[in-house]
């Protein structure tokens, strides 16, 4: 029973601002959300990860709703290098990563 | 970040052989470390858990006779595919999170892919 939901996939055009829904209506109290990304034929790389505010690293801003049930990731410029299947984990604190399938991101020229 | 390293990124062997494959922390030490296979135009699944000095974890349905893990250091875990078939074909991708920070700081690997003839 997948934790998360995500889009299959979706474009963004370059230079705009990528939005990368995810819904986690069952999460509990103490689970994190935490966003990867897998760039073709490379190992998963950590973007961000947040609790309940909203958090924002040089990669990326990560948004979750007041209720935490879901949550959006933002890529401010999205450029042709973050084509990649991005990955919306729900996890409590000390346990494994458990990948869904993801969303695949599609940056155009 | 910190970096993990495997090794080889790539090989190709015959049906009945085995492989090992390395996964290196580089800059840190890693008392636990995690194995993943992704098969193609699939998401990353979790083989087992690696513990340094003891036993590894296996997931249901991963064969730990088929599948050795071996994590003999704080910096290398390697896990060798024994008897290989064409089936176990696919990327593994192990990863570490450094010692100092539970499991809630994980870094991966860049992925070996092996190809089984």
């Known amino acids: 029973d997948a934790k998360t939901t995500q889009p299959t996939s979706m474009d963004c055009a370059e230079g705009r601002a990528a939005n990368l829904p995810c819904n986690h209506s069952t999460i509990s109290g103490n689970e994190y959300v935490y966003w990867y990304r897998q760039i073709h034929s490379q190992g998963p790389q950590y973007i961000i990860h947040g609790l309940k505010n909203n958090e924002t690293n040089e990669m990326a801003s990560l948004i979750i709703t007041e209720d935490r049930k879901s949550s959006t990731l933002i890529l401010p410029h999205a450029t042709l290098r973050d084509t990649a299947v991005y990955y919306c984990?729900?996890?409590?604190?000390?346990?494994?990563?458990?990948f869904g399938t993801g969303t695949r991101l599609t940056i155009i020229p | 970040g910190a970096v993990v390293s495997q090794h080889p990124s790539w090989v190709i062997c015959k049906s009945g052989t085995s492989v090992k494959i390395e996964c290196r922390s580089l800059?840190?030490?890693?008392?636990?470390m995690f194995w993943y296979r992704q098969f193609p135009k699939q998401s990353l699944m979790l083989m087992a858990t690696?513990?340094?000095?003891?036993?590894?974890?296996?997931e249901q349905g991963v064969e730990k006779d088929k599948f050795l893990i071996n994590h003999a250091s704080l910096t290398l875990s390697t896990l060798t595919v024994t008897s290989a078939h064409p089936e176990d074909s696919s990327f593994y991708i192990c990863s570490a999170p450094p010692r100092t920070q539970g499991y809630n700081e994980q870094f991966f690997g860049p992925g070996t892919r092996l190809t089984v003839l």
């Open positions: 800059d840190f030490q890693a008392t636990t």
């Open positions: 984990i729900v996890r409590p604190p000390n346990e494994k990563l458990t």
């Open positions: 690696s513990n340094e000095g003891s036993k590894a974890t296996y």
